[in-house]
């Protein structure tokens, strides 16, 4: 036993050597194989810009009004003809209605509680063209209903025949319908809408 404690102590020198110089290699291999961190120069955060919508087709093209031209300074007339001739006659007309505001297009889908529901429509007249060539089917319709149940426009989605895709459109535009409501509001609104053409036998 005395002899093993012995030999530790005579080997405990070695030993802490040996530690120190695995301790001096790891860190060595770690400075070379680590990636050096550089500093970075502070940067104060941008403030987020302010993201501006695009105005519609229809407000893009108003241009403002050129500017007035600035009155001419009175001159004193040699004579009262002279006078009158020197007034200028100007087109300025009190009465006169301001121009509409441009008409806002509305978005293929507007979100509502009661869609629009036909009140008074008719089945379009056949074209003769295409009765004697006998087509039938189904042409849709794409409706912008107002908010007073009128259609205001029409767009054919699904074509059949140039004669009845006319024929439906024309009769589209006498058609009214209960407008769309959101919250007992009415809103105008876009619905697709089915017209069919069907030959009768006999």
């Not at 961190?37 to 407000?59: G, I």
Request: hydrophobic share 40%; net charge negative; proline share 12%.
């Amino acid at each position: 036993m005395a002899r093993h404690s012995s030999d530790l102590k005579e080997k405990y020198s070695e030993y802490i050597k040996l530690g120190l110089l695995l301790a001096l290699i790891f860190h060595l291999v770690g400075f070379i194989l680590l990636p050096t961190y550089t500093l970075h120069p502070y940067k104060p955060r941008t403030q987020e810009s302010v993201r501006m919508e695009e105005l519609p087709d229809q407000l893009q093209d108003i241009v403002e009004p050129p500017p007035m031209a600035k009155p001419k300074l009175p001159v004193a007339a040699e004579s009262d003809e002279e006078a009158v001739e020197t007034i200028e006659k100007t087109d300025f007309n009190p009465f006169a209605k301001e121009p509409p505001a441009p008409e806002i297009e509305t978005p293929d889908f507007v979100p509502y509680d009661t869609p629009p529901e036909p009140k008074y429509w008719f089945k379009p007249k056949y074209p003769d063209i295409a009765r004697q060539a006998g087509i039938e089917g189904m042409v849709i319709l794409k409706l912008l209903v107002d908010t007073d149940g009128s259609v205001l426009q029409v767009q054919i989605l699904k074509s059949l025949h140039p004669a009845l895709d006319e024929a439906a459109a024309t009769a589209a535009k006498s058609w009214q319908f209960a407008p769309a409501k959101q919250r007992d509001k009415p809103v105008r609104v876009w619905v697709s809408f089915p017209v069919n053409f069907i030959l009768k036998e006999g």
